[in-house]
């Protein structure tokens, strides 16, 4: 039942406590939903250690409910994800919902680092040998902020991935953690690019593993209210021009933004296709409005990214 997903196909993830909004399943079926969004199921900060297993088995109805749904019905199904606690969490998540292999796309990894990665590598070792699922490391561990250490432990954990990479969909990465750390909060008229200290962090993450995987914008916290989408919209534009596609999101009215800024303009896609389709004799050229360069040699990484964008959100003017 599911297709074959890449990091690009995640785009607004849609975060759910795993013991609320017990309706869900029929508000994906009735399709009250913009779309195109992915969904997580939260059973780690959202949820209360002593309320974890009545969420679990909340969780195991909601499934259920909702591979019945998918066998009768035709209706967007997005990518399911469920947010588990630990690497042991995730072994045992991974036994229970086994029988919802066909709608569930993966498992959410939070705080991964230095301390429990080779912990996390070898659960989904274990995982592989009887089930295929998709795997998203978040980094938010206050353990990245020592500069000391910093780019040593990003450059071991983005190596102990690579021992699992056809399995990672993308890196996330949490803003609201790492800010909480400093005990900093942006107001509704900043970004996160503003808060010197965390951006810092997420741009060492982007850079340690950017050039091998999608790595998501951290969630934007609001939803309503004066400005909450400017906010919103401003924050993604700066998310792409620094190297990160898709966003964790908490609300479903901020999809439709996120997917909006997701889709490629017009004259970037015809620069793209030119650079990935490249018929000239010499390796540098104008652009087609005759306003900027293309270089094939520098620039094809970039025109790769922008069409597998347009190939899932399109594009516009």
Not at 34 to 39: E, G, V
Not at 161 to 166: I, K, R
Not at 292 to 301: D, K, L
Request: proline content about 6%.
């Amino acid at each position: 039942m599911r297709k074959k997903l890449t990091g690009y196909d995640v785009g607004a993830l849609l975060y759910c406590p795993a013991n609320a909004h017990t309706s869900i399943a029929d508000a994906l079926v009735a399709q009250r939903f913009p779309t195109p969004f992915s969904l997580a199921f939260c059973l780690e900060d959202t949820v209360r250690a002593e309320a974890v297993p009545e969420a679990e088995a909340l969780l195991e109805t909601t499934l259920g409910r909702i591979a019945a749904a998918a066998e009768d019905h035709t209706f967007f199904l997005p990518p399911v994800f469920v947010r588990v606690r630990s690497p042991e969490h995730l072994l045992r998540l991974a036994e229970r919902y086994a029988p919802f292999s066909g709608i569930l796309a993966g498992f959410i990894l939070p705080k991964l680092f230095t301390e429990n990665c080779a912990r996390y590598v070898a659960a989904i070792r274990s995982i592989s040998r009887t089930a295929s699922y998709f795997y998203m490391p978040v980094l938010e561990s206050a353990s990245m902020i020592p500069l000391e250490t910093r780019h040593a432990a990003l450059a071991e954990v983005r190596d102990r991935l690579a021992e699992v990479s056809g399995a990672i969909l993308n890196i996330r990465v949490g803003g609201n953690d790492l800010s909480h750390a400093f005990g900093l909060r942006r107001p509704v008229d900043r970004t996160i690019y503003d808060l010197g200290p965390v951006a810092a962090i997420l741009l060492d993450i982007v850079t340690a593993f950017g050039a091998r995987y999608v790595v998501s914008g951290p969630v934007w916290e609001y939803y309503a209210g004066p400005g909450w989408e400017e906010g919103l919209r401003r924050e993604l534009e700066l998310d792409l021009l620094n190297g990160f596609t898709g966003k964790t999101v908490i609300h479903p009215s901020q999809i439709p933004v996120v997917n909006e800024l997701l889709r490629v303009s017009s004259r970037d896609y015809a620069d793209a296709r030119s650079i990935l389709n490249w018929d000239k004799d010499g390796l540098v050229a104008a652009s087609r409005d005759g306003e900027r360069m293309n270089e094939y040699n520098t620039h094809y990484n970039w025109a790769r990214r922008i069409v597998l964008r347009a190939e899932r959100y399109g594009t516009k003017p």
